[in-house]
Nanobody, 119 residues
Framework: VQLVESGGGSVQAGGSLTLSCLASGYRSMNCIGWFRQTPGKEREGIAAFYIGSSITYVADSVKDRFNITHDYDKNTLYLQMNSLKPEDTAMYYC???????????????WGQGTQVTVS
C-alpha cells in the first residue's frame, strides 16, 4: 500500500483547501482515513472512508466544516476543508488499515503527510 498526500499549503482563516491522497494497493484494506498532528499533541482522527461499504465518517470536531470523499476511478481520497481556523494548522496524513476501527485509527500504512497552515 502506498499513500501520497498533496494539496496542503498556507491559507488565511476562513479559507478552504482540498487535500488529496493518491492510493495504490489499498483496495484490500478495510478503511482509509485522514489524520492530523501538531508538535506536542496527539494525532487526531479526522475522517474515514470504509472501502467495502463506501460509508464515510467525519469527526464531530470538524464535521460542520470538513468533508471526505473518494474517487474510485482516480484511486484518490479527498478531504475538503472549509472555514479553516488557525487551530486547523497541522500536518495532515492519510492512512489505511486492514481491520475496521473508528475513524480508521491505528492505520497500518501511512503517507508522508502534507502541511496545512492557517493564519
Amino acid at each position: 500500500v502506498q499513500l501520497v498526500e498533496s494539496g496542503g499549503g498556507s491559507v488565511q482563516a476562513g479559507g478552504s483547501l482540498t487535500l488529496s491522497c493518491l492510493a495504490s494497493g489499498y483496495r484490500s484494506m478495510n478503511c482509509i482515513g485522514w489524520f492530523r498532528q501538531t508538535p506536542g499533541k496527539e494525532r487526531e482522527g479526522i475522517a474515514a472512508f470504509y472501502i467495502g461499504s463506501s460509508i464515510t465518517y467525519v469527526a464531530d470536531s470538524v464535521k460542520d466544516r470538513f468533508n471526505i470523499t473518494h474517487d474510485y476511478d482516480k484511486n484518490t481520497l479527498y478531504l475538503q476543508m472549509n472555514s479553516l481556523k488557525p487551530e486547523d494548522t497541522a500536518m495532515y496524513y492519510c492512512a489505511a488499515r486492514r481491520k475496521r476501527s473508528w475513524l480508521c485509527n491505528e492505520g497500518n500504512y501511512w503517507g508522508q503527510g502534507t502541511q496545512v497552515t492557517v493564519s
